[in-house]
């Protein structure tokens, strides 16, 4: 088993920055891959970054540019760096771990946090 629990989340403005965390524990962490997915209300659970046990990032287009993600396996973490926040980045995010390689559809990742909600006001 593993538990993940992000953290890092609030009410920003736009073109504000956040950097969330991604605090994994009970499994061996640095062979696992680790994706960061957000949901906003009524809409599907989509692929914001990813990074694989390798440490090759991937980013969705919405990302590129703005969000950096990082991870450090002698802290079990991922983080997620985000700048130049969007009104349209509002959502709950969630890191969810996978053996490593990265995807970028959702359904394949064993392991979930509880998620963050991140909230960007105009």
């Known amino acids: 088993q593993m538990q993940l629990v992000e953290s890092g989340g609030g009410l920003v403005q736009a073109g504000d920055s956040l950097r969330l965390s991604c605090a994994a524990s009970g499994r061996t962490f640095s062979s696992y891959a680790v994706g960061w997915f957000r949901q906003a209300p009524g809409k599907e659970r989509e692929f914001v970054a990813g990074?694989?046990?390798?440490?090759?990032?991937f980013y969705a287009d919405s990302a590129k540019g703005r969000f950096t993600i990082s991870r450090d396996n002698a802290k079990n973490g991922v983080y997620l760096q985000m700048n130049s926040l969007k009104p349209e980045d509002t959502a709950v995010y969630y890191c969810a771990a996978r053996h490593r390689l990265v995807i970028t559809t959702p359904n394949d990742y064993a392991y979930w946090g509880q998620g963050t909600q991140v909230t960007v006001s105009s």
């Open positions: 990074i694989n046990w390798a440490g090759t990032t």
